[in-house]
């Protein structure tokens, strides 16, 4: 039984999920080269994805509220909390 490819995509700030694609057709390096992650530097990859023990795969980016809050307050980010 093939398991399908479950991507989410998960906000760093607040932890809230953003979005998730299932694709029972695609491999790992399908993901990768399909989503731009094969781009990526490998500093960008360990910073950004994140496998959980259920075989998902996580990407972490920034939903639309923190990057609002991110571009109207950026002390914020130098105080390492966005979210008060």
């Known amino acids: 039984m093939v398991c399908p ?9 607040c932890r809230q999920k953003i979005g998730e694609v299932r694709r029972p057709d695609w491999s790992l390096a399908d993901a990768e080269a399909r989503l731009g992650v094969s781009e990526w530097t490998e500093a960008e990859r360990l ?5 959980n023990p259920s075989g998902t795969m996580q990407v972490y980016t ?3 509220y923190c990057h ?4 109207e ?7 390492g909390k966005l979210l008060q």
């Open 5 to 13: 490819l479950h991507i989410e995509y998960i906000c760093r700030h």
């Open 47 to 51: 910073d950004s994805i994140r496998m």
């Open 62 to 64: 920034v939903c639309d």
């Open 68 to 71: 609002h809050a991110a571009k």
């Open 73 to 79: 307050n950026p002390e914020l980010l130098v105080e």
